[in-house]
């Protein structure tokens, strides 16, 4: 779970994921919050991650699944610290790994479940990164920038090695196509956020887009090395 | 108006830059970050260097009598901004790694402390 500057939800989600399921070993990276978000959530039993500053969502998310590689996890659930996923959820979400039939899971909230609707802005930028890349990984998807997935041990692993930098999700998704790993969206509710206004504003918006689409761009003309399974 | 031969060159030179960014990136060599404006770099040479009439409209709304001056003082400009940027950059790695070489140093003193500890037992 990163986390930056959560101290209000933190607490609150970790006892969700607790109550969901008390087998769960909790994770939260903190990205270099300046409020008491690891104290909190140490409190509230899991184990922080401190890192020594931030270092943005990337970078924090890679080293959740750093720390799932070395410690052999065979899957790993990833969530939002700002309580806007219900941990309730996450066995929807571990499902198709469990039966097999994904690498990687990404909760959607744009699949029926949920009544969540975005300002129209963001809506136009949803549904464009949606549309590009649906045809980049031939596959329909709904919801590219959603930050409640699960991973099985071979995503796992590729995202320890190699996990793009500044807005992550939606370049991760083209990167599990590209592998050859399979990728399957389940329909989540979307909670509205607690705390404050999402800090996105419509010139980062515009500035984000522009920076994923050329990094998804140049992502084409990248080699990337067949998974060994498929080799055998 | 720029010479045709003149807004040849230059547009070849432009797209010459564009594709070493490009290349840089697909390489790793250079992030999205920091290659915006690389890109915005080399996007307005190619409009410069195409549009011909452009650089005497900027000159003459400038008040500047000779044309090609206002590329350099556009050039110098906009190096002047990278080359702050920069600077920033710089200043944000520097923090960093002093809070890296903190962090470290008080986890080895820590390390020490503990293995001390065991071996007195």
């Not at chain 1, 607790?18 to 300046?34: K, L, N």
């Not at chain 2, 960014?21 to 970050?33: A, D, G, K, T, V």
């Given at each position: 779970?990163?986390?930056?500057?959560?101290?209000?939800?933190?607490?609150?989600?970790?006892?969700?994921?607790?109550?969901?399921?008390?087998?769960?070993?909790?994770?939260?990276?903190?990205?270099?919050?300046?409020?008491?978000?690891?104290?909190?959530?140490?409190?509230?039993?899991?184990?922080?991650?401190?890192?020594?500053?931030?270092?943005?969502?990337?970078?924090?998310?890679?080293?959740?699944?750093?720390?799932?590689?070395?410690?052999?996890?065979?899957?790993?659930?990833?969530?939002?610290?700002?309580?806007?996923?219900?941990?309730?959820?996450?066995?929807?979400?571990?499902?198709?790994?469990?039966?097999?039939d994904a690498d990687?899971?990404?909760?959607?909230?744009?699949?029926?479940?949920?009544?969540?609707?975005?300002?129209?802005?963001?809506?136009?930028?949803?549904?464009?990164?949606?549309?590009?890349?649906s045809v980049l990984?031939?596959?329909?998807?709904?919801?590219?920038?959603?930050?409640?997935?699960?991973?099985?041990?071979?995503?796992?692993?590729?995202?320890?090695?190699?996990?793009?930098?500044?807005?992550?999700?939606?370049?991760?998704?083209?990167?599990?196509?590209?592998?050859?790993?399979?990728?399957v969206e389940v329909?989540?509710?979307?909670?509205?956020?607690?705390?404050?206004?999402?800090?996105?504003?419509?010139?980062?918006?515009?500035?984000?887009?522009?920076?994923?689409?050329?990094?998804?761009?140049?992502?084409?003309?990248?080699?990337?090395?067949?998974?060994?399974?498929?080799?055998? | 108006?720029?010479?045709?031969?003149?807004?040849?060159?230059?547009?070849?030179?432009?797209?010459?830059?564009?594709?070493?960014?490009?290349?840089?990136?697909?390489?790793?060599?250079?992030?999205?970050?920091?290659?915006?404006?690389?890109?915005?770099?080399?996007?307005?040479?190619?409009?410069?260097?195409?549009?011909?009439?452009?650089?005497?409209?900027?000159?003459?709304?400038?008040?500047?009598?000779?044309?090609?001056?206002?590329?350099?003082?556009?050039?110098?400009?906009?190096?002047?901004?990278?080359?702050?940027?920069?600077?920033?950059?710089?200043?944000?790695?520097?923090?960093?790694?002093?809070?890296?070489?903190?962090?470290?140093?008080?986890?080895?003193?820590?390390?020490?402390?503990?293995?001390?500890?065991?071996?007195?037992?």
């Amino acid at each position: 779970m990163p986390a930056l500057n959560e101290e209000r939800s933190i607490g609150a989600v970790i006892a969700e994921i607790r109550a969901a399921d008390p087998e769960f070993d909790v994770i939260v990276i903190d990205d270099g919050s300046t409020d008491r978000t690891g104290a909190v959530a140490a409190e509230n039993g899991a184990q922080v991650i401190t890192l020594p500053f931030n270092v943005g969502i990337g970078g924090a998310v890679q080293t959740g699944y750093l720390y799932a590689r070395d410690h052999d996890f065979d899957v790993a659930v990833q969530v939002d610290g700002d309580a806007q996923h219900d941990p309730a959820e996450i066995p929807k979400i571990l499902a198709p790994i469990i039966q097999g039939d994904a690498d990687l899971v990404v909760g959607s909230r744009f699949l029926g479940e949920g009544e969540y609707e975005p300002p129209v802005t963001r809506l136009l930028g949803i549904r464009l990164l949606a549309r590009v890349v649906s045809v980049l990984v031939r596959q329909r998807v709904t919801d590219t920038t959603s930050g409640f997935r699960a991973s099985n041990r071979r995503a796992i692993s590729l995202f320890a090695s190699d996990y793009p930098h500044d807005y992550p999700e939606v370049e991760a998704m083209v990167l599990v196509f590209r592998h050859r790993l399979k990728l399957v969206e389940v329909p989540v509710h979307m909670r509205l956020r607690g705390a404050g206004e999402s800090s996105i504003t419509f010139w980062r918006s515009a500035y984000y887009m522009l920076k994923v689409l050329l990094a998804l761009f140049v992502g084409l003309f990248r080699r990337y090395p067949t998974p060994q399974e498929d080799h055998q | 108006m720029t010479p045709l031969r003149v807004s040849i060159v230059a547009a070849v030179a432009a797209l010459l830059l564009l594709f070493v960014i490009f290349e840089l990136i697909r390489s790793r060599r250079l992030q999205e970050r920091y290659a915006m404006l690389w890109l915005l770099t080399g996007i307005v040479i190619l409009i410069l260097g195409l549009w011909r009439g452009l650089l005497s409209t900027i000159a003459d709304a400038a008040g500047i009598a000779y044309p090609p001056s206002a590329l350099f003082v556009l050039a110098a400009f906009f190096i002047l901004l990278l080359l702050l940027h920069y600077s920033t950059v710089i200043s944000t790695l520097a923090d960093q790694n002093r809070i890296l070489a903190q962090r470290l140093a008080l986890l080895e003193s820590r390390l020490g402390e503990t293995q001390g500890n065991g071996e007195s037992r």
